[in-house]
């Protein structure tokens, strides 16, 4: 059930991900380009998806790119981008009808591939530069997508909490850039950042599906020729320590506060007590049996909402919850009691067992879409690990009470960020 069968192969400056499976009706296809996180690129990278997005040479238009989509039976294209660890990853994706599906064969699996080269290695440019009214539509956009953060202030007191916790780190980079550097950039700094990126990055496609794997490979072969690179790798040597918890409050006008707590697990994924680490989450803050969610939330009455997430690839752990302010300095001693609970071993086999079940089931859920697959295969890029799927769900029912009481000693509280009202 859970046998996913991925071939990769070293192409010239690309890695081939091939995964053969008649689970889904599509094919998906998705190219990712990963680099460090840096100061100075990160608002050209967070422009760059959306402008290569809107057009290209064959396709000069949105209007034209999108009604050669339809053609294609419709096909799915989306751009993504992402922060992984220290690391910033744009994501090109399409999504065909298998022909083997469709009446008359087309070769809409090739024909898919040629789209994403074409978006990707052959933009719409003019006079060595992007298409200047496309950038500055993507520039507006951009602008939106960051203001977007502040408007949303769960997502803001995340973002401002991972700032304040790793001043210094690039992981406090937010991966859509600064208003004022979406200001300054150019459709010609732009398109020189472009071309830096094509000969730099770590570059890898995947290509899922019920495909013929040495046909598809042939097709790459053909479509995408690349010159070898080094990629370059994330400095993750420069992690602040926290000698003492920091504290930090901002007021606003919000009605509700949003108490939102940062440790340092200082376990990354594939380190051998990473499993442990995922199902110490799980019952500490992970899922809705857990001690965040029953204590804080349910037994004290103290939040609306009470949860933890994990940050595999940087060794951080993230608690999330919103609060009257009233209650934060309760919310916060309770917060702590549950950590000191879980380094105490003060859980059940029964929470133990509830949580593999769900995590196993949460992993089962994500690789029945193929973009979820993508995620979870991805990981191995970014970590440099070769975990495979199998061995992921079997390292989690080995975990004992003793592994998630040893990993639990490892978890310090970093910085508490609360954004609270401006009265009291």
């Given at each position: 059930?859970?046998?996913?069968?991925?071939?990769?192969?070293?192409?010239?400056?690309?890695?081939?991900?091939?995964?053969?499976?008649?689970?889904?009706?599509?094919?998906?296809?998705?190219?990712?380009?990963?680099?460090?996180?840096?100061?100075?690129?990160?608002?050209?990278?967070?422009?760059?998806?959306?402008?290569?997005?809107s057009s290209?040479?064959?396709?000069?238009?949105?209007?034209?790119?999108?009604?050669?989509?339809?053609?294609?039976?419709?096909?799915?294209?989306?751009?993504?981008?992402?922060?992984?660890?220290?690391?910033?990853?744009?994501s090109?994706?399409?999504?065909?009808?298998?022909?083997?599906?469709?009446?008359?064969?087309?070769?809409?699996?090739?024909?898919?591939?040629?789209?994403?080269?074409?978006?990707?290695?052959?933009?719409?440019?003019?006079?060595?530069?992007?298409?200047?009214?496309?950038?500055?539509?993507?520039?507006?956009?951009?602008?939106?997508?960051?203001?977007?953060?502040?408007?949303?202030?769960?997502?803001?007191?995340?973002?401002?909490?991972?700032?304040e916790?790793?001043?210094?780190?690039?992981?406090a980079?937010?991966?859509?850039?600064?208003?004022?550097?979406?200001?300054?950039?150019?459709?010609?700094?732009?398109?020189?950042?472009?071309?830096?990126?094509?000969?730099?990055?770590?570059?890898?496609?995947?290509?899922?599906?019920?495909?013929?794997?040495?046909?598809?490979?042939?097709?790459?072969?053909?479509?995408?020729?690349?010159q070898?690179?080094?990629?370059?790798?994330?400095?993750?040597?420069?992690?602040?320590?926290?000698?003492?918890?920091?504290e930090?409050?901002?007021?606003?006008?919000?009605?509700?506060?949003?108490?939102?707590?940062?440790?340092?697990?200082?376990?990354?994924?594939?380190?051998?007590?990473?499993?442990a680490?995922?199902?110490?989450?799980?019952?500490?803050?992970?899922?809705?049996?857990?001690?965040?969610?029953?204590?804080?939330?349910?037994?004290?009455?103290?939040?609306?909402?009470?949860?933890?997430?994990?940050?595999?690839?940087?060794?951080?752990?993230?608690?999330?919850?919103?609060?009257?302010?009233?209650?934060?300095?309760?919310?916060v001693?309770?917060?702590?009691?549950?950590?000191?609970?879980?380094?105490?071993?003060?859980?059940?086999?029964?929470?133990?067992?509830?949580?593999?079940?769900?995590?196993?089931?949460?992993?089962?859920?994500?690789?029945?879409?193929?973009?979820?697959?993508?995620?979870?295969?991805?990981?191995?890029?970014?970590?440099?690990?070769?975990?495979?799927?199998?061995?992921?769900?079997?390292?989690?029912?080995?975990?004992?009470?003793?592994?998630?009481?040893?990993?639990?000693?490892?978890?310090?509280m970093?910085?508490?960020?609360?954004?609270?009202?401006?009265?009291?």
């Amino acid at each position: 059930m859970s046998k996913v069968n991925e071939v990769v192969k070293t192409k010239d400056g690309y890695s081939l991900h091939i995964v053969k499976t008649d689970k889904y009706k599509t094919n998906t296809l998705v190219w990712r380009m990963k680099s460090p996180l840096k100061a100075e690129e990160v608002t050209l990278r967070g422009l760059l998806p959306h402008v290569l997005q809107s057009s290209s040479r064959k396709y000069p238009s949105t209007t034209a790119l999108r009604s050669y989509l339809d053609e294609l039976y419709g096909a799915n294209f989306f751009v993504d981008l992402a922060k992984k660890g220290e690391y910033h990853v744009m994501s090109f994706s399409v999504e065909v009808a298998n022909e083997k599906f469709l009446k008359d064969s087309e070769p809409l699996l090739k024909k898919g591939l040629q789209f994403l080269a074409d978006v990707v290695f052959d933009p719409n440019v003019e006079k060595g530069s992007f298409h200047e009214e496309t950038v500055a539509k993507e520039k507006r956009n951009q602008k939106v997508r960051i203001q977007s953060v502040f408007d949303d202030k769960m997502r803001y007191a995340n973002s401002r909490l991972v700032e304040e916790m790793c001043k210094g780190e690039a992981y406090a980079l937010h991966p859509n850039g600064t208003l004022e550097d979406v200001e300054k950039s150019t459709a010609a700094s732009l398109f020189n950042y472009y071309q830096e990126a094509i000969q730099k990055d770590e570059l890898d496609l995947y290509i899922i599906g019920d495909v013929d794997a040495e046909e598809a490979e042939k097709m790459c072969e053909e479509i995408f020729s690349l010159q070898n690179r080094e990629a370059e790798k994330a400095d993750a040597s420069n992690a602040n320590t926290a000698s003492e918890v920091n504290e930090f409050i901002e007021k606003q006008d919000v009605k509700q506060g949003k108490l939102n707590i940062g440790y340092r697990t200082n376990v990354a994924y594939g380190s051998e007590d990473y499993w442990a680490l995922q199902v110490f989450n799980g019952i500490f803050g992970g899922f809705s049996h857990s001690k965040l969610f029953i204590n804080v939330r349910e037994k004290a009455s103290l939040a609306y909402y009470a949860a933890s997430r994990l940050e595999s690839h940087k060794g951080l752990m993230m608690v999330m919850s919103g609060i009257d302010a009233k209650n934060y300095d309760q919310a916060v001693t309770i917060i702590k009691e549950q950590l000191q609970a879980m380094k105490n071993g003060e859980f059940t086999d029964a929470e133990i067992q509830q949580t593999k079940a769900v995590i196993r089931n949460q992993i089962l859920e994500t690789i029945d879409t193929p973009r979820g697959l993508v995620e979870i295969l991805y990981h191995n890029v970014v970590s440099g690990k070769k975990i495979q799927l199998d061995e992921w769900l079997g390292s989690i029912e080995q975990v004992s009470k003793e592994d998630i009481t040893a990993v639990a000693q490892k978890v310090n509280m970093d910085t508490i960020y609360f954004l609270t009202g401006m009265e009291g």
